[in-house]
């Protein structure tokens, strides 16, 4: 089968090879991927900015059907269409394991970074680690179960939306959209999403086309007048920061209400940057910091998906086979994409 590998250590040094398709273990199964999302973390490890082990396939944002099933698995069968959490290579021991928490085990090796992910026709998966795509969710939309399900942990599960909340969403990538999507769906009176000039063609269109509430481009638009006219001068209640930008990072602590929340979801990329920090303690801010997803989050992201609450195809503006991924990977560095898939079938 054709799979994008990342070969070895370094910048670049990704290429499609012809490998063998996965053999499976009794407690696996085989997945044939319709759909794969090109990930941020996927950029990073093409320039040698991420943990990862080469070589391996990358690749851990799917959705696909399977068609081989381990001996030991029960509850599945051939033709199922399902999607997967990531969070493969856990020791099953520690704390974290054992309280299901397993995407902070520090054994974990996850698909796409620590083994072969689905950037293939054929990915493996642990049978425990499945969900079920609903019957009226497309592969195209199941593929962004994995952000999807970043997204409630860190807003629903990790902080929370409370009725009539104003949300204010930083950075209108993938997550931040999703975040701001979700918060409109679980109550949210309002809700603001923020990104720079550079984002209005696609991202900030994308997010008036999900039926956010308030647009700001804020290199036009001054973000902390905006919220203080809608709130009476008060603050938001909460502030989700998925850009990773240490100006945004301030800007939560400026907009955000006394004893209000702000769910950090986006990486900065940096040891250290400068942040206001009495100007946190004096508001008394309750800041949640979020990583990666949680087992629950995925079924309550699919259930958000199924029941329209949520709408996933205004996200998706590129569709791209795999032979194409040099461009596929060119637009989404440039940020000339919402979010990008890759074909693999």
């Known amino acids: 089968m054709l799979a994008l590998m990342k070969l070895k250590k370094g910048k670049g040094f990704v290429e499609l090879r012809e490998v063998e398709e996965p053999k499976i273990k009794d407690d696996e199964v085989l997945i044939q991927v319709m759909a794969a999302g090109i990930c941020g973390t996927d950029i990073h490890i093409y320039h040698d900015e991420h943990s990862y082990w080469p070589p391996l396939i990358l690749g851990h944002e799917f959705s696909g059907k399977i068609t081989q099933v381990g001996e030991a698995v029960e509850g599945w069968k051939k033709g199922d269409r399902v999607v997967a959490e990531p969070h493969t290579q856990t020791c099953g021991v520690c704390q974290y394991c054992r309280s299901g928490r397993l995407q902070f085990c520090p054994q974990k090796r996850g698909v796409g970074w620590g083994q072969d992910g689905a950037f293939a026709s054929f990915v ?64 949210a009176a309002k809700v603001i999403v923020s990104g720079t000039a550079m984002d209005v063609p696609l991202r900030l269109k994308a997010a008036r086309k999900l039926g956010i509430d308030y647009i700001v481009n804020v290199d036009e ?125």
Not at 141 to 148: I, K, V
């Open 221 to 345: 638009e001054d973000l902390s007048e905006k919220v203080r006219s809608l709130t009476g001068g008060w603050g938001a209640d909460l502030v989700v920061e998925a850009s990773g930008s240490e100006k945004a990072i301030n800007q939560a602590l400026e907009i955000v209400k006394r004893d209000g929340r702000v769910s950090v979801i986006g990486i900065v990329g940096k040891k250290n940057i400068n942040m206001e920090w009495d100007k946190a303690v004096f508001k008394a801010i309750k800041v949640i910091f979020s990583f990666s997803s949680s087992p629950t989050s995925w079924e309550r992201g699919l259930s958000l998906m199924a029941t329209g609450k949520v709408k996933i195809s205004p996200l998706i503006s590129h569709e791209f086979p795999l032979t194409e991924w040099k461009k596929a990977f060119g637009l989404c560095e440039e940020k000339k994409t919402v979010k990008a898939l890759l074909i693999p079938s």
């Open 124 to 187: 493996k998966i642990p049978a425990h680690l499945l969900h079920r795509i609903p019957d009226n969710v497309s592969f195209e939309e199941a593929a962004l179960a994995e952000p999807m399900a970043i997204a409630v942990t860190g807003v629903l599960e990790r902080t929370r939306v409370e009725p009539e909340d104003l949300v204010v969403v930083l950075g209108p990538g993938p997550v931040g959209l999703l975040s701001a999507i979700i918060a409109k769906a679980e109550g």
